[in-house]
């Protein structure tokens, strides 16, 4: 079966971050135009459920994007309500799709749909570009708001397999899909609950120590979004490692007994840019993308 660069590799027999057995492939480095194989354990899973398109010519376009993605040769996973859906059974209408690749690639993403005939626009050259047909698109996302948390190498080695509309594809991992959502807490979106509900379905697949990782600066928001968890769903509280508790509770009463910080920041950028603007244009704060003197 091909994976990013056309090239077929053997199957073999392994098992892949607790997940059960399904096909196992080797794939590449990641590297664009890179065609040496490195061993990886890629498994493929059975989407719980699919979103709803809002037109069956909206899901043909979604069908063509995919299509055309793959063949392409080079890396990228779906993210968005496609992949909340396959890792949740939940359901609901998606106005778009969500495609996530490494920052170097989405230049030639959009010159090949380009030469497609699609037409194609960077919404935000730190994070977001879009590719239209008509009145339908979907998203290239290289980063999150403002680039502080690019597409890695790592996103890659993690992901899945599902088949969407009739073409295998990787979709993004339990542990990078939350880290994806972590930060979108804005007036009119909030992605809170979804990893509410990545928790409560995935837990035995989230690696909770990458995911630490990954918020390691940012540990308060986990701290957050896993007392969140606990509070909506009680009986389940055990989902969430013990050791991740008493790790994040211990940097909390550490903090305490610390003095606060001397420059005025506000972190809340990083969650909302339009809700937290006041504190940077009217209250003396810092925006968090600003350095300090």
């Given at each position: 079966?091909?994976?990013?660069?056309g090239?077929?590799?053997?199957?073999?027999?392994?098992?892949?971050?607790?997940?059960?057995?399904?096909?196992?492939?080797?794939?590449?480095?990641?590297?664009?135009?890179?065609?040496?194989?490195?061993?990886?354990?890629?498994?493929?899973?059975?989407a719980?459920?699919?979103?709803?398109?809002?037109?069956?010519?909206?899901?043909?376009?979604?069908?063509?994007?995919?299509?055309?993605?793959?063949?392409?040769g080079?890396?990228?996973?779906?993210?968005?309500?496609?992949?909340?859906?396959?890792?949740?059974?939940?359901?609901?209408?998606?106005?778009?799709?969500?495609?996530?690749?490494?920052?170097?690639?989405?230049?030639?993403?959009?010159?090949?749909?380009?030469?497609?005939?699609?037409?194609?626009?960077?919404?935000?050259?730190?994070?977001?570009?879009?590719?239209?047909?008509?009145e339908?698109?979907?998203?290239?996302?290289?980063?999150?708001?403002?680039?502080?948390?690019?597409?890695?190498?790592?996103?890659?080695?993690?992901?899945?397999?599902?088949?969407?509309?009739?073409?295998?594809?990787?979709?993004?991992?339990?542990?990078?899909?939350?880290?994806?959502?972590?930060?979108?807490?804005?007036?009119?979106?909030?992605?809170?609950?979804?990893?509410?509900?990545?928790?409560?379905?995935?837990?035995?697949?989230?690696?909770?120590?990458?995911?630490?990782?990954?918020?390691?600066?940012?540990?308060?928001?986990?701290?957050?979004?896993?007392?969140?968890f606990?509070?909506a769903?009680?009986?389940?509280?055990?989902?969430?490692?013990?050791?991740?508790?008493?790790?994040?509770?211990?940097?909390?009463?550490?903090?305490?007994?610390?003095?606060?910080?001397?420059?005025?920041?506000?972190?809340?950028?990083?969650?909302?840019?339009?809700?937290?603007?006041?504190?940077?244009k009217?209250?003396?704060?810092?925006?968090?993308?600003?350095?300090?003197?």
């Open positions: 079966m091909a994976l990013w660069d090239t077929l590799y053997p199957l073999f027999d392994c098992r892949a971050e607790g997940a059960a057995v399904g096909a196992h492939i080797l794939s590449n480095g990641f590297m664009a135009g890179d065609t040496r194989a490195v061993t990886k354990t890629i498994h493929t899973i059975d719980a459920a699919e979103p709803a398109a809002p037109s069956a010519l909206a899901e043909a376009f979604y069908a063509e994007a995919v299509h055309e993605l793959s063949k392409l080079l890396p990228f996973l779906l993210a968005g309500t496609y992949a909340l859906s396959a890792y949740t059974g939940i359901t609901r209408a998606t106005k778009d799709l969500d495609i996530l690749c490494k920052p170097s690639d989405y230049p030639r993403i959009l010159d090949r749909f380009k030469t497609l005939g699609y037409a194609i626009e960077i919404e935000d050259e730190r994070w977001l570009a879009k590719i239209f047909r008509g339908y698109f979907f998203d290239v996302i290289f980063a999150s708001l403002h680039g502080v948390m690019p597409v890695s190498d790592q996103w890659f080695e993690h992901a899945p397999r599902v088949e969407v509309f009739g073409t295998p594809v990787h979709v993004v991992a339990p542990t990078e899909l939350i880290w994806s959502k972590a930060f979108v807490q804005l007036r009119h979106r909030y992605d809170g609950a979804d990893i509410v509900h990545l928790i409560l379905k995935q837990h035995d697949r989230i690696d909770w120590r990458r995911l630490l990782g990954y918020m390691d600066l940012h540990w308060e928001v986990l701290l957050v979004h896993v007392l969140n606990r509070w769903y009680p009986s389940e509280r055990e989902q969430v490692p013990r050791w991740l508790m008493d790790e994040l509770l211990g940097r909390l009463e550490q903090q305490l007994d610390l003095p606060p910080p001397r420059v005025k920041i506000c972190h809340g950028r990083m969650l909302s840019p339009i809700d937290y603007e006041w504190a940077i009217e209250w003396g704060f810092t925006d968090v993308s600003e350095g300090s003197e």
